[in-house]
């Protein structure tokens, strides 16, 4: 167990729909990074939030958008879904350096029919 | 543009058959390079990081290695259950650029 917390599981909605995903992060740890992870695909950062803002983006579609609450959980929000938005969505943390190793979660599978 | 790119794609071993992963690397400046396992549809699993050439890391039938260019992981005497995709990455601009990976096979 990472102590990475990802809720739901599993997700399955039409398109057009907005859905939200959660992450709680490990226990002390300040920063949370998303990761999107397509079939057969590598792992594609999304967008890092440090203490609460937005830290470094990535390659982030402008229908996602995220944010890191004050208790330090995060959420992924993804709206106008379509069907290549099926993926695997992971949420990382660590202490927030950017150089030290970050620890993930379990996932949420996002299924868009 | 930092990069890594691992080598193989994939991997099948007998048990018992050593072998080494290979992943190369281009950053401008090296600040660590981790490697993770990933199980199919779960969450890579941390496994090791190294900071400097030379530097070795070792965990039950796995040794992490660290070169200028590159980190090969190395299996020894590999069983069933380490089969799995193997990941490396490096820190980039405050995130981990990730390779591909190498998904491993190791046949009873």
């Known amino acids: 167990d990472s102590g990475v917390t990802q809720t739901p599981k599993h997700l399955i909605t039409a398109t057009g729909q907005r859905v939200t995903l959660r992450c709680s992060p490990r226990?002390?740890?300040?920063?949370v990074y998303w990761y999107q992870q397509s079939l057969d695909q590598g792992l594609q950062f999304l967008i890092q939030?440090?203490?609460?803002?937005?830290?470094a983006k990535g390659n982030i579609l402008e229908r996602f958008s995220a944010q890191q609450f004050p208790d330090l959980h995060s959420e992924l929000n993804l709206s106008s879904l379509e069907l290549g938005d099926s993926a695997l969505y992971f949420c990382?943390?660590?202490?927030?350096?950017?150089?030290?190793?970050?620890?993930f979660g379990q996932g949420t599978r996002l299924t868009v029919v | 543009e930092d990069q890594v790119t691992q080598s193989p794609e994939a991997l099948r071993l007998q048990e018992g058959e050593s072998s080494s992963l290979n992943c190369s690397y281009t950053?401008?400046?090296?600040?660590?390079l981790f490697w993770y396992r990933q199980d199919p549809g779960k969450g890579p699993e941390f496994l090791f990081t190294?900071?400097?050439a030379g530097e070795e890391k070792e965990k039950e039938r796995l040794k992490a290695t660290l070169t200028k260019k590159e980190s090969f992981l190395h299996i020894t005497a590999p069983k069933p259950e380490d089969s799995a995709t193997y990941l490396c990455?490096?820190?980039?601009?405050?995130?981990?650029?990730f390779g591909q990976g190498t998904t491993l096979q190791v046949k009873p």
């Open positions: 990455a490096v820190p980039s601009t405050g995130k981990l650029i």
């Open positions: 226990s002390g740890d300040l920063s």
């Open positions: 950053v401008s400046g090296l600040r660590g």
């Open positions: 190294l900071y400097s």
């Open positions: 939030y440090y203490n609460g803002e937005e830290r």
């Open positions: 990382a943390s660590n202490a927030g350096t950017g150089y030290t190793e970050a620890f």
